[in-house]
């Protein structure tokens, strides 16, 4: 393999161009998240018998997959490069939906479960899309090319609970397997899409495992602080997100609208990434995660209010920005923590850590939905959010913080 050095990574020229390729990826790789959220719920209560609890298993399983196959895509990454890692790991999407439109079709719930986790899989490649977009980029540039990237997912909000509400019964008198079908189409389109991604192949120290024992890396205020942020926004986006279908349909209110309300959320997630980065290069990372932190109070503010339609949406329109502040704030500051040697070992590490966390998160939603109820649900929201704030000031006083442009 032919190295290059660390010093010729650096080109924002290429840098824009690949987050625009990676976006336009995202638009339409990031289409089978919604498709899962907004249908797998629905369809495991359709599988099930008489106990619902485990309706929201297969949203955890798809989360699962993000989680289990974040350091295997980091490593594969590493060695054969971006371009042809991600193009394997869009395979995972097409594979999932298969196997879901097929477990649907039988009346199988744990092959739900199976082809979820698959298409998780297939997703931890499209986690990894803005960390791709950092790698090229000057430390300026970097939260603008991370920011632009997720904004791509505004188009993904859209297509994908719209490919929702025109393919779910396609294959009518059974539910829900036309949409999981769809994913065959999205993961094909993908291939194409990151055939214009021009990324250099992993420098020769990182192929080789280069850089600084992990443990140091972790040792880190900042590193730790930008885990935890990461953590919590992305487990609790995903904990309310998951209830919402659920809870709506609960309270009288129609797929369709559930649908919706996860469309506008899905929107809400990626729209601000259009000056989300900007935010961050004007005011700093700390302050931009705290206002994301802020934000997600809001839902749980608003979702606790009442249970009508404005409620559920204003709420999961408030989750999906405060979660776009947090988790783009979050992963601006890992890229801090690391050199680029070591960048796809710790970025695989962190999003192990917080795909894994988010799994719990959303396998602990329908428990405590159907145990306790959609109030004590969004309850959850305070403790997690204060816990937070406790590390960005513990961040302050350990005096590492870095200065604003």
């Not at 798809?62 to 895509?73: E, L």
């Not at 505004?154 to 769809?182: M, R, W």
């Not at 959303?362 to 109030?375: H, M």
Request: net charge neutral; hydrophobic share 55%.
């Amino acid at each position: 393999m032919t190295s290059i050095s660390i010093t010729d990574e650096f080109d924002d020229g290429a840098a824009r161009r690949n987050a625009l390729v990676l976006a336009a990826a995202q638009a339409v790789g990031g289409a089978s998240a919604p498709i899962v959220v907004a249908m797998s719920s629905l369809a495991g209560f359709y599988l099930l018998g008489e106990d619902k609890s485990l309706a929201t298993l297969p949203v955890a399983f798809y989360i699962i997959g993000v989680a289990i196959g974040s350091i295997p895509a980091a490593h594969l990454m590493r060695m054969i490069g971006r371009r042809p890692g991600f193009q394997i790991g869009a395979l995972g999407g097409l594979l999932g939906g298969a196997v879901a439109a097929y477990a649907v079709v039988s009346g199988q719930f744990w092959l739900l479960c199976v082809g979820t986790a698959l298409t998780g899989i297939g997703g931890s490649f499209v986690q990894q899309y803005r960390f791709a977009a950092a790698d090229t980029a000057s430390a300026a540039f970097r939260p603008k090319a991370i920011s632009w990237v997720l904004a791509g997912g505004v188009v993904t909000g859209i297509i994908g609970p719209q490919i929702v509400i025109f393919t779910k019964d396609a294959l009518s008198p059974i539910p829900f397997a036309g949409a999981f079908l769809a994913q065959i189409v999205l993961a094909c389109a993908v291939i194409v899409i990151l055939g214009f991604l021009r990324i250099p192949k992993p420098i020769a120290a990182e192929a080789a495992h280069g850089g600084r024992p992990m443990r140091v890396i972790v040792s880190q205020p900042r590193f730790l602080v930008a885990v935890i942020c990461a953590i919590a926004s992305y487990g609790l986006m995903s904990m309310v997100m998951t209830a919402t279908p659920l809870a709506m349909v609960a309270c009288d209110h129609s797929q369709t609208d559930a649908t919706l309300g996860i469309q506008w959320h899905v929107i809400a997630m990626f729209a601000p990434s259009f000056f989300t980065g900007t935010l961050i290069a004007r005011f700093g990372h700390e302050k931009v995660i705290a206002v994301g932190l802020l934000l997600l109070v809001g839902c749980g503010i608003v979702a606790t209010m009442g249970i009508s339609l404005a409620h559920f949406w204003g709420a999961l329109i408030l989750l999906g920005v405060g979660w776009n502040f947090g988790f783009i704030g979050a992963t601006a500051m890992l890229t801090e923590t690391y050199e680029p040697e070591e960048r796809t070992r710790v970025q695989g590490l962190n999003d192990f850590l917080v795909f894994g966390f988010q799994a719990v998160a959303s396998l602990a939603a329908g428990a405590i939905l159907n145990a306790y109820g959609w109030n004590t649900l969004n309850i959850v929201i305070f403790p997690v959010v204060a816990m937070c704030f406790a590390a960005l000031a513990w961040l302050w006083w350990a005096g590492d913080r870095r200065p604003t442009a």
